[in-house]
């Protein structure tokens, strides 16, 4: 689903990711774990195409299209979300205005109708009943007061109505305490651990892991995969440190 060759990219003409190769097949969630200033959030931004991170070199393959050609609105059409590590909050904008313009942008460019008002509400509550948010909460604008719990239950909210084919999740368990980490991992099991889906889990701690189980779990250090390994490997990163185990 996700192939990843060789990948170089610069922020501000300095060089982040040098050399990462990374595949990922339907079905399977991979973690990516790594030291601060390793290029984790670089690589997530890179493959949203966010302006400012510099493709240097390297080729990204997503369901067989080129995904660096594509713009940022044509890789979430085809089926890629990303989470951040820091949710912006939209003053003036409800979540459920949000919400129902990013699925049907979505849906129109792939051709489909807009969901109605009433269909769509039916969606959200869905979904928001997934992540234990409450349905006001949705109502209030975008991320202005959430606690940080609270904003990444409501990005996995956005994830489950725009029910993506890839997700790249940034240290979507920063800021949570055990109760909301249990919420937010069995909503992303309930989303995205399906045969048809993939997950690219960025984390700092083997905690989310408890509940998100990866099948694969791979250690980034200076721009580079340099470890790879199954659920165990995160554990001996949590045990060990990172200078020990990726050495
Ligand atoms: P991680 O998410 O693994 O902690 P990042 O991808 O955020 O790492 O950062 C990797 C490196 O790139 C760090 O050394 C960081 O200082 C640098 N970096 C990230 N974003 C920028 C930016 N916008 N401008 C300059 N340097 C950046
Ligand atoms: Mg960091
Ligand atoms: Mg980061």
Redesign the pocket.
Known sequence: MLQIDNLRAS??G?P?LNGLSLSVNAGEIHAIM??????????AYVLGGRP?YEVTGGSVSFGGQDLLAMEPHERAAAGMFLGF?YPVEIPGVSNVQFLREALNAQRKARGQEPLSGGDFLKLAREKAGLLRLDMDMLKRNVNVGFSGGEKKRAEMVQMGILDPQFAVL?ETDSGLDIDALKIVGEGINAIMRKPDKAVLLITHYQRLLDYVKPDKVHV?AAGRIVKTGGPELAHQLESEGYEAVAA
Request: charged residues 10%.
């Open positions: 922020v501000g300095t982040i790594g030291p601060n200033g390793a290029g984790k959030s670089t690589l400012g590590q940034d980034l």
